[in-house]
């Protein structure tokens, strides 16, 4: 009884996405931490990991619960190194970024947090 609503499409879209939202916080971590060391090449979330859930959606999978899509984490080939050490990362830029995460992170356990209450309200009738 409870399957149907775990495996919709939103509920594992919403999964996914905060899957990638915690890996891309550890790649912003291992950047911070890695400011200063030379030759550090800044990581970040692959690129293709939203093509990859768009298409899942596309065909279904992902409302089937046939989902093969994993975030990963990759060199960052946008990002350029402005200091003679070769490092590319921007303290400035990874601060940024870690607000724009966070705020999706918050947004995502919003959506995960309604679920849960939706079905808790229809189980029990009450919405506390």
């Given at each position: ?16 996405l ?49 989902i ?26 990874e601060l ?33």
């Amino acid at each position: 009884m409870i399957d149907p609503i775990f495996n919709s499409e939103n509920y594992q879209l919403t999964r996914k996405l905060l899957d990638g939202v915690a890996l891309r916080q550890e790649a912003i971590a291992a950047n911070v931490a890695n400011a200063e060391t030379p030759g550090y090449r800044r990581l970040d979330l692959a690129p293709d990991f939203l093509e990859q859930l768009k298409s899942s959606m596309a065909s279904g999978d992902l409302a089937r619960g046939n989902i093969a899509v994993k975030p990963t984490l990759t060199e960052d080939t946008h990002a350029r190194a402005l200091r003679p050490d070769g490092n590319t990362v921007e303290i400035e830029k990874e601060l940024l970024e870690m607000n724009k995460n966070s705020v999706a992170h918050e947004y995502l356990t919003q959506i995960i947090t309604n679920n849960i209450k939706q079905l808790k309200m229809a189980i029990t009738g009450h919405a506390s």
